[in-house]
């Protein structure tokens, strides 16, 4: 398997909301989280691409290895009081 250059879900984000989708194709992502200093973010799956789920959330900086029977992927600021939140992901 090649691995791809890391997608950026979200860049800088200092507000709540979420990422648009990705659709790994049944490769595992890891999904690195920098920049919080008071939030949470939601790793997110769905498997439709329309109602999604949280995953884990997360209240730090972290590193989230998403399984590969997850359709579609998301990132989502689900509370957001200080940071500048950035999330990428690598499959």
């Not at 648009?20 to 690195?32: E, L, N, R, S």
């Not at 290895?65 to 509370?79: L, Q």
């Amino acid at each position: 398997m090649v691995l791809q250059s890391p997608i950026l879900l979200l860049d800088g984000v200092t507000s709540t909301g979420a990422s648009a989708a990705i659709f790994p194709d049944g490769a595992p992502v890891t999904v690195v989280i920098s920049g919080i200093t008071t939030a949470t973010v939601n790793i997110e799956g769905s498997v439709d691409g329309t109602n999604f789920e949280a995953i884990q959330a997360k209240t730090a900086d972290a590193c989230v290895i998403v399984d590969p029977s997850t359709k579609y992927i998301r990132a989502n600021v689900a509370a957001y009081t200080s940071g500048t939140i950035t999330v990428k992901a690598l499959y």
